[in-house]
C-alpha cells in the first residue's frame, strides 16, 4: 500500500507561513529586548561608577541618620561643606561620615561632646547624644590642608577623626556627597 502525500493547500501555507513569520519577529524582537537591557546595564554601571556610587549602609556609626542595611547614592565631585555627609576609603572599607571641620578649621570638643567649630558652638539637630567617645588627639585641633574633620551621628560608638587611627580624611579618599537614601523605599529620598 502506498500512501501518497497530499500536496497542501494554499490555507495550509498561508498558516506555515504565518507561523514562520511570527517565529522571526519573535526572535528579533528577543534579540532586540537584550540588546536593550545590556545597554541599560552598561549605562546604569557607567552612571554609578563615574557620578553616583550606590553604596550599602554598613555598622550603627551613623544612627539614627542611617540604619544597617539602607542603601543611599552619592554625588561625586560634589562641593563639600559642613554638616555634609560623606562616604570615603578606608582600609578597603567604605565608610559614611559627617563633615564637621574643612581644611583650616580649628575644632574643640569638650568632655561633654559638645563640638565647636571656630568658637562657634555647632548645632546638630542629627545627633540624640552626645559623647566625647573614643578620641585620642588633642583639643583644640586644626584640620589640615586638604582634608576633612569627619565624625558619625552616634557619638558613643563611632570612629571617626577623633581617633588618631582615623583622623582626618585626605580629599583625594572622599567617593561623594551622600544624597539620597534609596532603600528602603518608605524612606526614599534626600538626606540631612
Known sequence: MNKQQEAPTSQQWEVELKREQHKSEYHKTLRSTVYI???????AVLVA??????LRVTGTSMEPTFEPGQIVVALKDSPLKKGDLIAFYYNNEVLLKRVIGLPG??????????????????QEPYITSKSFGQ????????????????????????????????????KNLVIGKVSMRVWPFHQFGIVR
Not at 49 to 54: A, F, I, K, S
Not at 136 to 162: C, M, W
Open 49 to 54: 561608577t563615574l557620578w553616583l556610587p550606590v
Open 37 to 43: 537591557l545590556l545597554i541599560v546595564a552598561a549605562v
Open 135 to 170: 578620641c585620642n588627639i588633642q583639643f583644640p585641633y586644626q584640620v589640615p590642608e586638604n582634608k576633612y574633620f569627619v565624625l558619625g551621628d552616634h557619638r558613643a560608638t563611632a570612629l571617626d577623626s577623633r581617633s588618631s587611627s582615623i583622623g582626618c580624611i585626605p
Open 105 to 122: 578649621d580649628m575644632i574643640l570638643i569638650q568632655k561633654d561632646g559638645t563640638v565647636f567649630v571656630n568658637h562657634q558652638k555647632l
